[in-house]
């Protein structure tokens, strides 16, 4: 993986060793942290690309060391969690998590989600070079920066929330189930066990629109799905 680095912020020394190695076996660089003041010191002093966060964590926990990633950076996040109730996932996915697994859990899956998630992150990293800025009502996506704005003013928005946003740009006359959106965006099968586009349409409505609760940007269709409401 060109010793791509992640960071992995695991207080079970246990599961933080096995994913190392499995994370190395990969071809990965990896930076391990034990608790969350130390997590979030690693992740300001290293050029980490990836990070695997537990949610319960030593000093400080993992959802604050999310909050103060994501003030910054939209650097992939995947949360490691014993918690598997769906309030659970998605207080994680809101604020600001690209993916969420429950414990126990197979390595090689995460193996497989980290290496996902990077692809996308790198792609939309290096920009589209056909059309690298995208403007629709008063919001602009620019590609080749991976950034967002709205009336000249920047948007952070996470790697999914970015892809969620391209794909409604990039089809603007196009209305989308929740079913093509998952498969769209996350790249994978959807199972329908959980409330994953909902909760990522709902925190980027937070983020693009002036009244959330009156979306101009991502209209429901009801009974379909959704659709961009600004062309």
Known sequence: MDNTQVLI???DKDI????????????????????GMDGFAKYKSNNCSIIILDIMLPFVDG???MKKIREESVIPIIILSAKGEELDRITGLGLGADDYIVKPF???EL????KSHLRRY???SLGDK???????GNVTLDLNNYCAYKQGEKITLTAKEFDL?????????RVFTKVQIFENVWKEEYMGEDNTVMVHIRRLRNKIEDNPNKPEYIVTVWGIGYKLGVM
């Open 9 to 11: 912020i695991e207080d």
């Open 16 to 35: 933080n060793n096995l994913v190392k190695e499995a994370l190395t076996k990969e071809g990965f660089s990896v930076v391990q942290a034990f608790d």
């Open 63 to 65: 959802i604050e060391v």
């Open 106 to 108: 197979f390595v090689g």
């Open 111 to 114: 193996v497989a989600r980290v």
């Open 122 to 124: 790198t792609k939309f």
């Open 130 to 136: 056909e059309e690298s800025i995208i403007k629709r």
């Open 165 to 173: 946003l391209k794909l409604f740009f990039t089809n603007p006359n």
